[in-house]
């Protein structure tokens, strides 16, 4: 089955706690991106890739690193959560620009 | 810049037609997609529009006017499930996306 997956769907911290969300999928995409959602504000794109070791900035990546080594994988770290940093993460796939975008289940992080 | 607006809330009568409208105002413009999202779920494709004019698929439609920087999504049969949040967004180089707040819409009996 095709299909975007986050890990872990939950996660409870400490501020200044590193932390990794993980994202693998198994459709060769080759475009990759990872998401906030916070009420109000709607989904915010924090960074994409376009292929194994090209990365970029989306419009809200202070805080946040990503790393794509393998084509399948794009984890996103936060070296040190900030309470700001509380929110509905996803991350989404697609096989080239402009074509539909698949999502991960979400991973819901609080930092207190 | 990107900004994208849309109404933040709908409600409309199971059977009926309602139309979601996008504007949008970017500084670089590639396509524009329409995405559905059910409370607590992850955002699923609905299309995704280049050119001018209206792309149908099957009870979903979607127009978009380029030089005006205008879109909508078109709902026809409105059945209970399509109740949902329905997310706007612009596509301006490469993998850089930009998204509306989305529209809550509520479907009534």
């Known amino acids: 089955e095709a299909q975007v997956t986050q890990n872990p769907r939950y996660l409870i911290t400490v501020t200044g706690k590193k932390l990794t969300v993980t994202c693998s999928q198994n459709?060769?995409?080759?475009?990759m991106s990872w998401y906030r959602q916070d009420p109000g504000l709607g989904l915010r794109q924090i960074y994409y890739?376009?292929?194994?070791?090209?990365?970029d900035k989306g419009d809200v990546p202070e805080g946040y690193k990503v790393s794509r080594k393998e084509k399948r994988n794009f984890p996103l770290i936060l070296e040190s959560p900030s309470p700001n940093q509380t929110s509905l993460y996803f991350c989404?796939?697609?096989?080239?620009?402009?074509?539909?975008?698949?999502f991960g289940q979400g991973t819901r992080l609080t930092v207190v | 810049g990107q900004n994208i607006d849309q109404p933040t809330e709908m409600t409309a009568t199971e059977g009926a037609i309602v139309q979601i409208n996008c504007t949008y105002q970017?500084?670089?413009?590639?396509?524009l997609f329409w995405y559905q999202q059910h409370a607590g779920e992850a955002p699923t494709f609905l299309s995704y529009?280049?050119?001018?004019g209206l792309e149908e698929k099957g009870r979903f439609s979607s127009f978009l006017s380029r030089s005006k920087g205008y879109s909508y999504l078109l709902l026809k049969e409105l059945q209970m499930k399509d109740s949902a949040s329905y997310l706007c967004a612009v596509t301006g180089g490469y993998q850089k996306v930009t998204f509306g707040t989305g529209t809550k819409l509520q479907v009534i009996p």
């Open positions: 970017t500084s670089g413009f590639n396509g």
């Open positions: 890739s376009m292929n194994v070791e090209v990365t």
């Open positions: 459709m060769n995409h080759e475009y």
């Open positions: 989404a796939s697609s096989w080239a620009k402009g074509r539909e975008a698949f």
């Open positions: 529009n280049v050119l001018d």
